[in-house]
């Protein structure tokens, strides 16, 4: 999964993999209902016995050798699909925002030294996602009720809260209407034709965005420091030069000219080709 086009080559195989899984089911002797997939996670409704079940798994997992299956029953009438909590209540499925045990509902501290809007945007981001993942407001209530509690604790005011939620809350029942035809559609925000990402300096970074854009540059802030840049970047393993893939290098001729190259492969097995290309194809 290292290369861009990666997720798009597993999305098509994923895609031929999954084309007969109606006839698989009933090869078991049950029936499937219905099957999602997001990238490799299925969520499926499967009717026959436990039997039935474990047999269609033990096809799905003969269908590739590099493909294996496994099974995630549902507990007390739930099941959790990625970041959805799924329940069967008496008048239909309920949904609302599922959290691992392992989460520790953190957030960027108001005094950290970021830009404002990415702040905001946190709780942006947890307010949308409560819109579309509860499905009654008895649920929606309780996750806007976590959401300012998380964030309060953190130091966040109630006023800089309540407002982001309020216009969040806005904007997604403008959109709602739009979509259902009782109101305007929402103007497109205008995306400028250069855009430049920059460490954040505080006030010095607004006044030179607000010039910026005057001729058409966006700029858009990043942190001067990371987690990555202080603390990973030292503990991880670096490999040697020789060993490194995806390289561009350079080798000096006796005769003064030099030769520029790149290879996809580790630097040393390239180089090892050369040399034996030099000796007419020994080795040394």
């Known amino acids: 999964m290292g290369k861009a086009y990666a997720p798009v ?9 999954e084309e007969d899984l ?7 002797g049950g029936e499937l209902i219905f099957a999602m997939r997001f990238m490799d996670d299925y969520l499926i409704a499967f009717r026959g016995s436990d039997q039935a079940l474990d047999q269609f798994l033990a096809i799905l997992n003969r269908k590739h050798p590099s493909i294996n299956v496994t099974v995630e029953m549902e507990k007390d009438r739930s099941i959790p699909f990625l970041d959805i909590w ?7 499925f309920e949904t609302s925002v599922y959290r691992k045990p392992c989460n520790t509902l953190y957030a960027v501290p108001p005094a950290s030294y970021s830009e404002p809007a990415h702040r905001r945007a946190a709780i942006v981001s947890d307010v949308t996602r409560a819109w579309r993942y509860c499905s009654t407001a008895a649920l929606r209530k309780a996750e806007l009720a976590l959401i300012h509690q998380k964030y309060a604790a953190y130091g966040y005011t109630s006023r800089f809260i309540q407002r982001a939620v309020k216009a969040t809350e806005q904007r997604l029942r403008a959109a709602e209407a739009a979509a259902r035809g009782e109101g305007p559609r929402l ?21 030179l965005r607000r010039l910026a854009g005057k001729i058409g540059i966006g700029f858009v802030s990043k942190p001067q420091s990371t987690v990555g840049s202080t603390l990973c970047a030292r503990q991880k393993h670096h490999l040697e030069k020789a060993q490194r893939p995806d390289v561009v290098y350079g080798i000096r001729c006796s005769c003064g000219e030099r030769y520029v190259g790149e290879t996809g492969r580790e ?18």
Not at 86 to 92: D, L, T, Y
Not at 188 to 207: C, N, Q, W
Not at 270 to 279: A, D, F, P, S, T
């Open 9 to 17: 080559l597993a999305d098509l195989f994923m895609g031929r993999w």
């Open 187 to 207: 103007p497109e925000k205008e995306r400028p034709d250069i855009v430049v990402r920059l460490p954040y300096t505080g006030k010095s970074f607004f006044a």
């Open 86 to 92: 799924i329940r069967r209540g008496e008048q239909g």
């Open 267 to 284: 630097l040393q097995t390239r180089v090892e080709e050369h040399r034996r290309g030099w000796l007419g194809g020994k080795t040394l």
């Open 22 to 28: 109606l006839d698989r089911a009933v090869e078991a």
